[in-house]
């Protein structure tokens, strides 16, 4: 089915949603130099419940506008329906490296970081609906990227952090959005291969 331009509904919404994440995100920052607990390491136990709000609210409310415009294609078309779960767990993966980016202010090296990340990620929740299967591998290999990453800084001392991350409940949120991400992305591309294998497999052997 032929992929059409994002409508002002859908527009509308997917901008409040990150709007919500960023107000949620600002918010927290605020709150963290407030209480002078800049640079003391990963989220507090008590903040990782309104972080978790945050975000999930956010990414409901831009999913109520994709659902109000594309909820007939949605039904019909599993590669449309996979395209915007894929761009909601972007959206949703980038929203928590936001906060993040908060915990390691007082780290350089991992605050540059996650800002990168999850400005990235946030973008591409924006691009990927509409771009394609295309850029599928580059989606994957970013998400694979986050996910040994988070499992190595875990597990030894890596330069520059120079020390073994601790494990968060937050950093576990992230990764299993992101292993969910994965396998929407590894289906989506499997599919293609299938669809685009299946007409040469079924092409009548020529007579001899």
């Known amino acids: ?36 607990s800049s640079g003391a390491g990963h989220g507090l136990a008590d903040k990782f419940p309104l972080r978790l709000f945050m975000t999930m609210f956010g990414v409901a409310f831009a999913t109520i506008g ?33 906060y993040a980016f908060t915990d390691h202010l007082g780290d350089p090296f991992p605050a540059a970081f996650f800002a990168v990340v999850s400005v990235l990620q946030i973008a591409a929740a924006f691009v990927i609906p509409y771009a394609g299967l295309r850029l599928d591998p580059v989606w994957l290999a970013i998400t694979g ?54 007409p040469s497999d079924r092409r009548p052997a020529p007579d001899r």
């Open 1 to 36: 089915m032929p992929r059409r331009p994002a409508t002002i509904t859908e527009l509308a919404f997917f901008v409040c949603g990150i709007l919500i994440i960023f107000v949620g995100w600002i918010s927290d920052l605020f709150g963290l130099f407030e209480v002078g």
């Open 66 to 98: 994709i659902g109000f415009e594309n909820f007939p294609q949605i039904l019909s078309d599993n590669e449309a329906a996979t395209r915007y779960i894929v761009a909601l767990l972007f959206l949703a993966d980038g929203s928590l490296h936001l």
């Open 145 to 198: 990227f986050l996910i040994l990453a988070y499992v190595v800084t875990r597990t030894v001392a890596v330069w520059p952090i120079g020390t073994v991350e601790e494990v968060d409940p937050l950093g576990l949120v992230s990764k299993f959005v992101e292993v969910l991400t994965v396998l929407a992305l590894w289906s989506r591309i499997r599919t293609e291969r299938a669809a685009r294998a299946t």
